[in-house]
């Protein structure tokens, strides 16, 4: 399904004052397909991917998945969890491995804390750790990793639950230019391989030819707008 942001504004207290973060904004995202959100420290990409992810409620607007409104100014926590558990992956910039786990438990734990306990679970778990690559290290620890390697984990988990959704953040900030690229072309495959909405907020736009899109903020707006070549 189709992820709408739909005129979101975010504004945080800041001392006597207020700041905003996100004023005002549209975007939408065609399920399949990955946008990418750039814009120079500060600009609101993260707080506007909080929004998306129901992390952070904003102060008006409304996030959808197809037609139906998931998070908006008075969403409560646990409505919020529901629906990004059910409906949304989220991989983080530092992926948040658990140290005692193996690739291969990181995803299941993370499937049993949505509910999800099918007999084909291992299988399922081991064959997104094939399509990222990581089918041979599913039972090393986060600390027998590289850097490229628990990041792709952190992928492969955020899609256990097949999700509608799928939000990025950072995910090359701590990756060369060339494990960047293979990490970007990963995540945009797959989004058109699950049909999810993918949103990837990036700080290298060098490392972004295979997404369908390319969208830059600015004091919390969208500055502007164009497809890659992979998208005309």
């Known amino acids: 399904m189709d992820l709408h942001l739909d005129a979101i504004t975010l504004v945080y207290p800041d001392g006597d004052s207020t700041l905003t973060?996100?004023?005002?904004?549209?975007?939408?995202?065609?399920?399949?397909?990955?946008?990418?959100l750039l814009g120079p420290?500060?600009?609101?990409?993260?707080?506007?991917?909080?929004?998306?992810?129901?992390?952070?409620?904003?102060?008006?607007?409304?996030?959808?998945?197809?037609?139906?409104?998931?998070?908006?100014?008075?969403t409560t926590v646990a409505a919020a969890t529901r629906?990004?558990?059910?409906?949304?992956?989220?991989?983080?910039?530092?992926?948040?491995?658990?140290?005692?786990?193996?690739a291969l438990e990181q995803l299941e734990l993370h499937a049993h804390l949505r509910g999800d306990r099918p007999a084909g679970l291992r299988a399922r778990a081991l064959d997104l750790l094939a399509e990222v690559g990581m089918s041979d290290h599913a039972h090393k620890r986060p600390a027998q990793l590289s850097g490229g390697q628990r990041q792709r984990v952190a992928i492969a988990r955020a899609l256990i639950g097949a999700p509608?959704?799928?939000?990025?953040?950072?995910?090359?900030?701590?990756?060369?230019?060339?494990?960047g690229t293979q990490?970007?072309?990963?995540?945009?495959?797959?989004?058109?391989?699950?049909?999810?909405?993918?949103?990837v907020v990036s700080h290298d736009s060098s490392t972004l030819d295979s997404v369908d899109r390319?969208?830059?903020?600015?004091?919390?707006?969208?500055?502007?707008?164009?497809?890659?070549?992979v998208g005309t």
């Open 21 to 36: 973060a996100v004023e005002d904004l549209d975007l939408s995202i065609p399920s399949g397909t990955t946008t990418a």
């Open 183 to 199: 990490v970007i072309d990963l995540i945009t495959r797959l989004a058109r391989e699950l049909d999810a909405a993918t949103l």
């Open 83 to 102: 629906a990004r558990l059910g409906r949304i992956g989220i991989v983080f910039q530092s992926p948040q491995l658990l140290g005692s786990l193996t």
């Open 164 to 179: 509608q959704v799928l939000l990025v953040d950072e995910p090359t900030s701590a990756l060369d230019h060339a494990r």
């Open 214 to 229: 390319t969208v830059r903020m600015l004091d919390g707006r969208l500055e502007e707008a164009s497809r890659s070549a």
């Open 41 to 74: 420290s500060g600009s609101g990409k993260s707080s506007l991917l909080a929004v998306a992810g129901g992390l952070t409620r904003p102060t008006a607007g409304t996030v959808r998945i197809g037609q139906d409104v998931v998070f908006h100014p008075a």
